[in-house]
């Protein structure tokens, strides 16, 4: 059974940055894609940035393109997410997924394991 344990969420002013972490466990890490998905209050979840296996290809969300990066660390099994300029629109729970194969995973339906989430509040 895979676990992913989120951390790094907090309250944030406009224009701040914040990292999120995600530490994996149970199977081989290094060897799947991982993403990165936000639900907003009253919104569906929606997709926010993917990265394949190696880290090597990623794929952003156009709103959050050159804002977010997204990051792993497979010596570590763990997933990373940079945010910066973080605007109010931004607030949502930010939840972890892994995938089940190794090319990026672009849709929820596609991820198999899920986090437990971590809030981001933008305040303006």
């Known amino acids: 059974q895979v676990q992913l344990v989120e951390s790094g969420g907090g309250l944030v002013q406009a224009g701040g940055s914040l990292r999120l972490s995600c530490a994996a466990s149970g199977r081989t890490f290094s060897s799947y894609s991982m993403g990165w998905f936000r639900q907003a209050p009253g919104k569906e979840r929606e997709f926010v940035v993917a990265?394949?296996?190696?880290?090597?290809?990623?794929y952003y969300k156009t709103s959050v393109k050159g804002r977010f990066t997204i990051s792993r660390d497979n010596a570590k099994n763990t997933l990373y997410l940079q945010m910066a300029s973080l605007k109010p629109d931004d607030t949502a729970v930010y939840y972890c997924?892994?995938?089940?194969?190794?090319?990026?995973?672009?849709?929820?339906?596609?991820?198999?394991?899920w986090g437990q989430g971590t809030q981001v509040t933008v305040s303006s």
């Open positions: 997924a892994a995938g089940v194969e190794p090319g990026m995973e672009l849709h929820a339906n596609e991820y198999r394991y």
């Open positions: 990265i394949n296996y190696n880290g090597r290809s990623t």
